[in-house]
């Protein structure tokens, strides 16, 4: 079965700092895809990044980057130079890359990001 | 663009009624999933589908039924509400057959049982 942990309810930054949201992850599959998802006061889910289990570099979208440690089993994301914007929930997930895929997604860490 | 709607995106229900939160997309993804958000829980999957006709249970699918009779529509049945199914419910679909597979999200819908 797969698991998805994200230790921190919450994180406080202060603009142009950069944050990491703490990710860990278990499963026995070999073959695993990793996500981030943003979900701002609106309610939407916006896809942030993904980073696959036998990718040899760390995932990067912009100011997104995955550290992604795989026998640690964490994969941690960081936000260069944090925005006002940034404040959101946001969700680690990850699916198996056998079977049905399904996404599973953790409890969320709350960022706020103060001026 | 029309992606992923979900309907209706507000409903109160008394304990007992039955309704039906419509999800469709037109993106042609064989996979479809509803999900429940509730505060400190995270998404929560209830139901998934990897194609018309083919359903199954995720974490948390008792009070729920699904069906898949086409690619585009996956609708989520609760046939007897119960306060505790008061959630933010989310549909999201995405490819398979891609390792990347991004779950595309609709709205969500703010179901409230009395």
């Known amino acids: 079965a797969q698991k998805i942990t994200q230790t921190q309810p919450g994180m406080f930054v202060q603009e142009k700092e950069a944050v990491t949201l703490d990710c860990t992850y278990d499963?026995?599959?070999?073959?695993?895809?990793l996500f981030w998802y943003k979900q701002p006061s609106s309610g939407e889910m916006i896809f942030l990044i993904y980073q696959g289990s036998y990718d040899q570099q760390n995932a990067t979208e912009g100011r997104y980057s995955l550290n992604f440690q795989k026998a640690r089993k964490s994969a941690n994301l960081v936000i260069s130079a944090s925005q006002l914007g940034d404040s959101a929930m946001y969700f680690c997930a990850m699916k198996a890359n056998t079977g049905f895929q399904k996404l599973v997604f953790g409890t969320g860490t709350r960022l706020l990001v103060s001026p | 663009n029309a992606g992923v709607t979900q309907t209706p995106k507000f409903q109160v229900l008394k304990t007992g009624q039955s309704m039906t939160l419509q999800c469709a997309q037109d993106m042609n993804h064989e996979y479809m999933s509803w999900y429940r958000q509730d505060p400190g829980m995270g998404l929560r999957l209830i139901h998934y589908s990897v194609g018309a006709g083919i359903t199954d249970q995720g974490e948390v699918p008792n009070g729920y039924n699904v069906s898949r009779s086409t690619t585009e529509d996956f609708p989520l049945r609760l046939l007897s509400a119960a306060p505790s199914q008061t959630s933010v419910y989310f549909c999201?679909?995405?490819?398979?057959?891609?390792?990347?597979?991004?779950?595309?999200f609709g709205e969500g819908s703010r179901l409230t049982v009395l």
């Open positions: 499963t026995s599959d070999p073959s695993y895809g």
């Open positions: 999201a679909s995405k490819m398979t057959g891609t390792n990347t597979g991004e779950l595309f």
